[in-house]
């Protein structure tokens, strides 16, 4: 298992995030919205580095629950907080051994809605790796929409799937 290329994605998602970070206001960040959207900027960015916290916090057991988030609020209001969360992740991500990647490991998350208790599955830290950075891209389109209405301007990558973005270079070269 190529461990620099799982741990390159997550790096490369989190910068992504730092990048968004140092475009905009803090205001803008924190701000909520009324109606359809509900959520800051920033809400979203926490929630993304949640489950990377989450992973990193279960890493060494092998225990991974999605669903003890920390839900720090600082870090939806505070870019300084959110910048030096992100970095942290980075290093953590960096001093991940390679031979922890492909380790068997449990996951727990809520899934259902109503009085369904938490899942319980097995995966692998690869695996859980990679959800963390689709997760993150998910929001990341997200924020791009509520940055769009800030005039916030961003990357045309940030937000987009990698496999979209080699789709679209390939359509544009063909």
Not at 77 to 84: D, K, N
Request: one cysteine or more; proline letters at 3%; aromatic letters at 8%.
């Amino acid at each position: 298992m190529d461990r620099s290329s799982f741990i390159l994605a997550a790096e490369d998602v989190l910068r992504q995030g730092l990048a968004l970070l140092d475009s905009i206001e803090e205001d803008a960040y924190s701000r909520k919205d009324e109606g359809p959207w509900g959520s800051s900027i920033g809400a979203h960015y926490r929630h993304v580095l949640d489950h990377f916290l989450c992973l990193i916090e279960g890493l060494w057991d092998y225990q991974i629950n999605y669903d003890h988030r920390n839900r720090n609020r600082d870090i939806e209001t505070s870019l300084e907080v959110a910048r030096c969360t992100t970095q942290e992740l980075v290093e953590a991500l960096q001093a991940i051994p390679a031979d922890v990647l492909p380790h068997n490991c449990v996951v727990t998350y809520s899934v259902g809605y109503g009085s369904c208790d938490a899942q319980t599955v097995s995966s692998i830290v690869a695996r859980e790796l990679m959800f963390c950075v689709g997760h993150a891209i998910h929001h990341y389109a997200i924020m791009k929409l509520l940055c769009s209405l800030r005039a916030v301007a961003l990357p045309n990558e940030f937000g987009v799937a990698p496999s979209t973005l080699k789709y679209l270079q390939a359509q544009a070269t063909s």
